[in-house]
């Protein structure tokens, strides 16, 4: 019933940038806490950033200072800016709805999308 696509990964040097997209569809997408995540090959998925459904931010430390959480809600879509790449930033990165519309218990809810790959890389 709830479906989510994320979009704008791809190859990048060392210091580049990237724009992510998350496009949520089936559910009442202002309502709701939202985060990015990403799995790296043979690591567990890692909480990135998260934003509520008032606006409040909260960054994992290895991003803080580099990447920017923000959402549009007439597009039902949540986006991650991420600057200053660097090569440990690659992996599969996912969006998700939060079961609480709160960045202090970070819950995912709905089934995963597909992801999209970020590599970085010389």
């Given at each position: 019933q709830v479906h989510l696509?994320?979009?704008g990964g791809g190859l990048v040097q060392p210091g580049g940038s990237l724009r992510l997209?998350?496009?949520?569809?089936?559910?009442?997408?202002?309502?709701?806490?939202?985060?990015?995540?990403r799995q790296a090959p043979g690591k567990q998925r890692e909480l990135v950033a998260a934003?509520?459904?008032g606006g409040t931010t909260n960054y994992a430390d290895f991003v803080k200072g580099r990447f920017t959480i923000?959402?549009?809600n007439a597009k039902n879509?949540?986006?991650?800016?991420?600057n200053?790449?660097?090569p440990e930033d690659t992996?599969?990165?996912y969006c998700n709805v939060n079961i609480v519309d709160t960045i202090a218990t970070m819950v995912p809810w709905v089934d995963w999308g597909q992801g999209t790959q970020v590599t970085v890389s010389a």
């Amino acid at each position: 019933q709830v479906h989510l696509v994320e979009s704008g990964g791809g190859l990048v040097q060392p210091g580049g940038s990237l724009r992510l997209s998350c496009a949520a569809r089936g559910i009442m997408f202002s309502d709701y806490t939202m985060g990015w995540y990403r799995q790296a090959p043979g690591k567990q998925r890692e909480l990135v950033a998260a934003i509520s459904s008032g606006g409040t931010t909260n960054y994992a430390d290895f991003v803080k200072g580099r990447f920017t959480i923000s959402r549009d809600n007439a597009k039902n879509m949540v986006s991650l800016q991420m600057n200053s790449l660097k090569p440990e930033d690659t992996a599969v990165y996912y969006c998700n709805v939060n079961i609480v519309d709160t960045i202090a218990t970070m819950v995912p809810w709905v089934d995963w999308g597909q992801g999209t790959q970020v590599t970085v890389s010389a």
